[in-house]
């Protein structure tokens, strides 16, 4: 029998698990929008569901900016993550910016409380064989600053890496607005989120924290994502 290098084996081993199949969940939600926290009830339950399963699902809460002018300013929302979900709608067949929105794997939306054609979308997409992979190899926090090292099978100079890192148990008692006198609870609210140039074979991204210090039990979250489909092709991830 031929002899097969150990580093061999573990290299196999690698490709094996980190080419799994996988679903990315995108909501896109706010606190001045009062069709948004059933949706980001029906996110947390999906979210402890396939924690529960051991599913290889990836949440994400992109807190919007556009509903803050109605009188309430989201802590949580950036113009950064109402850009990300107009890029989605340049791409995606509805074409449209609304909350709540979900996205799964970069390539389909619905409305974020509908939560069957949830499951069954995200089961669909966990049963598609995965073409790329990445590792999260290392990260640091060093002087404001967040190092994150990855690897993949190989480049892709039509994708990019994107990194986040989402909380869970935020929240907030609303004081005007459309769910003015409510107590909102939010998961996987991301509240850091990065786009590389490329995508490298391997790489470290430094990312400006400013300011902002990762908690323990926070996640960080790499995605590769074409860029002109924005389909995602892979995720991984670490807990701090």
Request: proline share 4%; aromatic share 10%.
């Amino acid at each position: 029998m031929k002899f097969i290098p150990i580093i061999w084996i573990c290299l196999l081993y690698f490709i094996r698990v980190q080419a799994q199949p996988f679903a990315v969940v995108e909501l896109f939600t706010s606190e001045g929008c009062n069709t948004c926290p059933p949706a980001e009830k029906v996110l947390g339950e999906l979210k402890a569901e396939a924690e529960k399963n051991k599913q290889n699902i990836y949440f994400l809460e992109y807190h919007v900016d556009y509903w803050n002018r109605l009188g309430w300013k989201d802590p949580f929302s950036k113009n950064q993550f109402t850009l990300r979900q107009e890029n989605y709608s340049r791409v995606l067949p509805g074409k449209e910016v609304y909350t709540p929105q979900l996205v799964i794997n970069g390539e389909t939306e619905l409305t974020g409380s509908d939560k069957k054609t949830a499951q069954d979308r995200i089961q669909k997409a966990l049963a598609k064989n995965p073409v790329a992979a990445i590792r999260i190899d290392s990260r640091e926090v060093r002087n404001d600053t967040l190092w994150v090292s990855y690897s993949m099978g190989k480049a892709d100079k039509n994708a990019s890496v994107k990194i986040a890192i989402t909380e869970d148990g935020l929240q907030s008692n609303v004081l005007r607005g459309e769910n003015e006198g409510k107590k909102l609870v939010h998961d996987a609210v991301v509240r850091i989120f990065y786009s590389s140039e490329s995508a490298e074979s391997k790489a470290t991204i430094k990312i400006a924290l400013k300011g902002f210090v990762p908690k323990k039990g926070m996640q960080l979250i790499a995605l590769v994502q074409q860029r002109q489909s924005m389909k995602i092709l892979s995720a991984a991830r670490d807990v701090f």
